[in-house]
């Protein structure tokens, strides 16, 4: 198997003797995305967490991303260039006309999707996903249709496994220390859900339980329903700013008002992760709100807390202003039982005290 050569559609493979394979991509970003695929394949048939939920160099299904084989373990020498050691025998033709395939469907959308599949040679499943990233990766940690928990999510795992752009591992380096690869594993959980697999309901195929104060996670089948994904649409910049006028540059919650818009953050009331938003130049006023940064990531984290079943039709964090009228009013009942008063005597006090706030100001 000495000197042959295969040239893809945005790579060079070639081989030096029967064992190892040379790959050259020059393109840095779709040379991440091969090293991603890989250490995706790899998650699914060589790496299993152990009890103190560290992912540990161990076989653990019989299967893999087509194109990114168990028999051919990739090692990346720099920006470009990878280093294959070959397993077993394998066919080199074979071999690189469908790694060709598959990296050309990962890279290239076809009619809005990423293609890939998994399985072996006895079968394969075939999947259709808007996004690449975090979705792929949450469905191999997943794959095995176990509870796993967030911290298992996470893959903490030797750095010299991880990715190089998840790792400030300098190439080829043996550093044995651990880290997690990525964070958040809720929002990896919805990401997937949102790709095809439903939370809700009896027939729920990603469920969710507590276990030690702790969620943990579970992929009841593998199989995606395409009729089940939920976009996600892209907030224009013109939309964001409009927001922002709208709602004179305050926080919604807060009500800090903030002069430079890098403390704003346009925020889906309801959670895209929740609903699909469906956004238009007709809706998205009402389907939006400005949020400052600080705001915005602790509503973030209140969402990650509660249980799919709770009402964000009547939630403070999708819909502050019905809250805040609310409290108005027990405000103005409290001060009228409080004075015996009534509501109406309460109400042209305030408008009272408005017009002469307004009288100062103008003098």
């Not at 040379?22 to 779709?30: A, E, M, V």
């Not at 880290?179 to 990896?188: F, L, N, Q």
């Amino acid at each position: 198997m000495n000197n042959l050569k295969y040239t893809g559609f945005c790579f060079t493979l070639n081989t030096n003797d029967e064992n190892t394979l040379n790959l050259y991509i020059s393109d840095k970003t779709k040379a991440n995305i091969f090293e991603n695929l890989n250490f995706y394949s790899c998650l699914l048939h060589s790496f299993k967490p152990d009890e103190n939920s560290i992912w540990q160099k161990q076989k653990r299904l019989d299967v893999e991303i087509k194109g990114w084989p168990s028999s051919v373990e990739w090692k990346r020498l720099s920006f470009t260039n990878f280093q294959g050691r070959i397993q077993v025998d394998f066919n080199f033709e074979e071999f690189a006309e469908t790694l060709n395939i598959a990296f050309k469907n990962i890279i290239e959308k076809t009619n809005t999707y990423y293609k890939f599949e998994i399985g072996n040679k006895s079968h394969w499943n075939q999947y259709l996903f808007k996004s690449r990233a975090r979705e792929i990766f949450g469905l191999c940690v997943l794959y095995d249709k176990e509870f796993h928990t967030r911290d298992e999510i996470e893959v903490t795992i030797e750095s010299q496994y991880k990715p190089y752009s998840r790792s400030l591992v300098p190439f080829g380096n043996n550093d044995t220390k651990t880290s997690r690869t990525y964070g958040d594993p809720s929002k990896i959980v919805d990401y997937l859900r949102n790709e095809g697999w439903t939370r809700e309901g009896d027939n729920a195929t990603l469920i969710t339980k507590r276990h030690n104060r702790q969620e943990k996670y579970k992929l009841i089948s593998v199989q995606q329903d395409i009729d089940l994904q939920v976009s996600r649409s892209t907030i224009k910049s013109s939309w964001k700013h409009q927001l922002f006028s709208l709602h004179d540059n305050t926080c919604r919650i807060c009500h800090t008002k903030y002069e430079n818009i890098k403390f704003l953050a346009p925020d889906h009331r309801i959670p895209a992760i929740i609903q699909a938003e469906n956004l238009t130049d007709e809706n998205y006023k009402e389907k939006l709100m400005t949020l400052c940064t600080f705001c915005n990531q602790r509503k973030r984290e209140f969402t990650k807390k509660v249980t799919l079943d709770y009402d964000w039709e009547n939630s403070p964090w999708a819909y502050p202003e019905k809250f805040q009228q609310k409290k108005i009013v027990e405000d103005i009942e409290r001060y009228a039982i409080a004075h015996k008063k009534s509501i109406t005597e309460v109400i042209d006090e305030i408008i009272l005290l408005l017009k002469k706030h307004t009288s100062n100001s103008d003098n």
